[in-house]
């Protein structure tokens, strides 16, 4: 279909009235900014409550805006999670998982289906000028690129920094990562669609994508935008600029921390310049817990189970913060539940839209959340590893089907399902299934009722390159 018919049959899709929650002292809707991190653990901030690694501007978005502590992603490692975010939709539903292949690589021939309908082409429906910087992973062929994807700009990586690795080139195996050098991986740097640098200098990588979200921010600081800004650090293997490396007590996985949350500062700063801040939310959130086998070269999920790869916990709640001054009531903490695919939903409907009523649109409006005047909708999550269904969350409560550790092959089929009650036992360390039984008849129920309405594309993950 050619893209300039696309997007007319877009601005049907996502809606064409009025934007209702725009703010009341401009005549446009709010401006929207994700700062998406990768391999982030849920107790690596200070807000968070980490010791050592100081976050004074995430610090800050927290003081002056929302603190989520029961916040989800899609999935519990890069390329579903992130479809999860931009689609607002669980990956299964857009072929973006897989059983075989967890992640996209650069030998895939697959990536973000075309007939998805991105947060940036509902946005961009909807008037706003869009821009995605950094890491991608939804595909890096040219159809499956931000570009081609509602985005007017892109500057960023197509996938991990890990990949690409040069043979030859330094330690062998794991060692590599110790002390990694940007010569030891072939990883390119995009604009647009061109390579413009490779191998990526990831020394000066983040310092770059927080200058490029500013530049963007001061652009187009006249009309609505969409900024979306996914570090690729601090996934492995991390680089810091001269002027962070060694000024954490949390050592290089500190500094990468400290950069990134000194990019966060720059941005709130811009958008005070510029005098749109009470006009603008911005997200801090990760795309799924901390790489534990890299030992201090992985972060930490703080109290919550595990790390990124599980369904425990620790790989799927995210450390997240909401700003927007004047709207979010400065210093809030929720434990209401979200997800980064109520990001998506949220913001179509601030920019005056409607989700996409032809499919299946997973993500909820958390505006009564962030505005202090009610509860979340949300009120169950399930946890995908893969096309499965390995646990799901009803309330406080949570059911384990089967468990594995994000790295391990420790799979466990559990016959009677594991309980645990969240808001008691955060950690999960205390199955209580035997005194709840009507949990486990409840959680089977809704999850037969979710795969009965599932349509399942082929996996976008498992087609090769064509050579």
């Avoid at 595990?306 to 700003?323: D, H, V």
Wanted: net charge negative.
């Amino acid at each position: 279909m050619p893209r300039s018919l696309l997007a007319a049959l877009m601005l049907l899709v996502v809606g064409s009235g009025p934007a209702e929650s725009a703010d009341p002292k401009t005549d446009r809707p709010p401006n929207v900014v994700i700062v998406f991190a990768d391999d982030l653990g849920y107790g690596d901030l200070g807000c968070f409550g980490h010791p050592t690694i100081r976050t004074p501007n995430l610090d800050r978005m927290a003081a002056e805006g929302m603190r989520f502590t029961q916040f989800y992603v899609g999935a519990s490692v890069c390329t579903p999670s992130r479809a999860a975010l931009l689609t607002g939709r669980l990956p299964i539903r857009s072929g973006m998982c897989s059983d075989k292949r967890r992640v996209l690589f650069p030998n895939s021939g697959g990536g973000i289906p075309e007939r998805e309908v991105t947060l940036a082409e509902a946005l961009k429906a909807r008037g706003y000028a869009t821009a995605a910087i950094g890491k991608w992973h939804l595909g890096h062929l040219p159809r499956f690129l931000p570009t081609n994807n509602g985005f007017d700009s892109y500057f960023g990586i197509p996938y991990s920094n890990d990949m690409d690795r040069v043979g030859g080139k330094g330690p062998k195996g794991r060692a590599v990562f110790w002390e990694p050098k940007t010569e030891y991986w072939n990883v390119p740097l995009m604009r647009d669609t061109k390579i413009v640098e490779r191998p990526a200098d990831q020394t000066t990588i983040t310092k770059r994508y927080s200058e490029a979200a500013v530049e963007f921010i001061e652009e187009n600081a006249e009309k609505p935008f969409f900024v979306y800004l996914a570090h690729n650090l601090p996934h492995i293997p991390l680089f810091a600029s001269d002027e962070f490396l060694g000024t954490s007590p949390r050592g290089l996985y500190g500094d990468v921390v400290q950069e990134i949350d000194h990019g966060v500062g720059q941005i709130l700063e811009a958008l005070e310049e510029q005098g749109i801040a009470e006009n603008t939310i911005v997200w801090f959130t990760s795309d799924n817990g901390p790489w534990l086998p890299f030992g201090t070269h992985g972060g930490s999920a703080g109290l919550l189970r595990e790390g990124k790869g599980s369904t425990w916990e620790g790989g799927m709640r995210e450390p997240t913060i909401a700003w927007w001054p004047g709207t979010i009531p400065a210093g809030s903490v929720t434990t209401e539940l979200g997800s980064t695919m109520d990001v998506y939903t949220t913001s179509v409907k601030l920019a005056g839209g409607d989700v996409p009523a032809d499919r299946i649109v997973d993500g909820v409006d958390l505006r009564p959340v962030l505005t202090g005047k009610g509860p979340s909708p949300r009120k169950s999550v399930l946890y995908y590893r893969g096309t499965r269904v390995f646990a799901v969350r009803m309330g406080p409560w949570k059911v384990h089907y089967v468990t594995e550790s994000g790295y391990r092959r420790d799979r466990v089929e559990h016959e009677t399902p594991l309980v645990f009650h969240l808001e008691h036992d955060p950690s999960e360390k205390h199955d209580v299934a035997k005194d709840h039984p009507e949990v486990i008849e409840a959680a089977a129920k809704f999850v037969a009722e979710h795969r009965e309405k599932l349509v399942q594309p082929p996996s976008q993950l498992e087609i090769p390159l064509k050579k």
